[in-house]
């Protein structure tokens, strides 16, 4: 339970369930959860959040079996994090595209 205005919250909610939904097989509503997810983080100013967000949905969408896709959301990803300087979400994303690429 969260404030709906807590936007840090409110992404960590929803990457958490499509993560775990897509894990289930109930991809459809993984990728929603995971979208509604990226929109609320672009709004705020938590670059880092952005990021990671972005490469939830990349993650949805590789489980998906939607390699072309998630390989795009990663590289979004992967600039937003270069932005913010955050080298280990960086190298995260980056091992998460090479895993994809194989």
């Known amino acids: 339970m969260a404030a709906a205005d807590d ?12 993560k775990v939904r897509a894990r289930r097989g109930d991809l459809p509503e993984a990728e ?3 979208r509604e ?3 609320l983080a672009e709004r705020t100013d938590l670059l ?9 949905l990349g993650e949805v ?3 998906a079996g939607r ?12 600039e937003i994090l270069e932005r913010k300087g ?4 960086l190298e995260r994303v ?3 595209a090479e895993e994809l690429a194989r």
């Open 7 to 18: 936007a840090f919250s409110q992404v960590l909610w929803r990457t958490a369930r499509a």
């Open 32 to 34: 929603a959860l995971a």
């Open 37 to 39: 997810a990226v929109a």
């Open 48 to 56: 880092n959040t952005h990021g990671d967000t972005v490469a939830d």
């Open 61 to 63: 969408l590789a489980l």
């Open 67 to 78: 390699p072309d896709e998630a390989a795009a959301v990663f590289a979004d990803a992967a």
């Open 86 to 89: 955050n080298r280990a979400s």
């Open 94 to 96: 980056h091992h998460a």
